[in-house]
């Protein structure tokens, strides 16, 4: 059983659409954060939620917003995409004492 | 605010011979440190990680670091590299027990090429 997994794996848009990424952790995790990896493989994080309750909002534009139906989710819902917007989106999950655990990624291109 | 410094953005050895990758931190409050690797089109596997332990860390594949105060510096080796050590490298600081909602701050990571 995948840890933390997202789908879907792959995304391709045109500009201006909006698209969702999910993620569901099965590890009983209280944190859920998404990572942001550019061209360059470097990585931001753009929200963390604890307990379905945000905690972290970095400097992110309003079109991206996160939702966490429940501890165990955290989706991820972009609107009127950019060609910026393109990069690998990765979910992670950690407890308190524990280190971050990283999904497979979800990559956006669009066109 | 915390921050991660890793020197040279692309390393390369050959098989058999040390891996040395570097990392330097900066931080107000005692950190904890962690290296992770990422495969291609992977998501990211965490190494090894430093919570105020020991300072001489062990971690999977082979591969270890060091947490040195005075040098602000947690430097990733690995006695003899293996064409499979061919990877992305990350390392990380928190300022929380184990990142705890504040997550981790990432270096810029560093290309691990490994010649035949």
């Known amino acids: 059983d995948t840890a933390v997994s997202q789908t879907p794996k792959y995304l391709v848009t045109q500009m201006g659409n909006d698209k969702s990424i999910k993620c569901e952790q099965n590890?009983?995790?209280?944190?859920m954060y998404w990572y942001k990896q550019d061209s360059k493989k470097f990585l931001k994080i753009m929200f963390s939620y604890n307990n379905k309750e945000l905690i972290i909002n970095e400097t992110v534009p309003n079109r991206f917003s996160p939702k966490s139906p429940d501890k165990a989710h955290l989706n991820l819902h972009i609107n009127s995409l950019e060609l910026g917007d393109s990069a690998v989106y990765f979910c992670?999950?950690?407890?308190?004492?524990?280190?971050?655990?990283f999904g497979e990624g979800s990559r956006l291109t669009v066109l | 605010a915390q921050s991660v410094t890793q020197l040279g953005s692309h390393v390369s050895v050959s098989e058999g011979a040390l891996v040395l990758l570097r990392c330097n931190y900066s931080s107000s409050v005692p950190p904890y440190l962690f290296w992770y690797v990422q495969y291609p089109n992977q998501g990211l596997q965490l190494l090894l990680k430093y919570t105020s332990a020991a300072t001489l860390v062990k971690g999977i594949n082979g591969f270890e670091a060091e947490f040195k105060k005075s040098e602000t510096s947690f430097h990733l080796t690995k006695p003899s590299a293996h064409m499979s050590d061919a990877a992305e490298y990350f390392c990380a600081v928190s300022e929380g027990v184990g990142g705890g909602a504040d997550g981790l701050t990432f270096g810029k990571g560093t290309h691990l090429i490994i010649q035949p």
């Open positions: 590890l009983g995790h209280d944190t």
């Open positions: 992670a999950s950690s407890q308190v004492l524990g280190e971050l655990f």
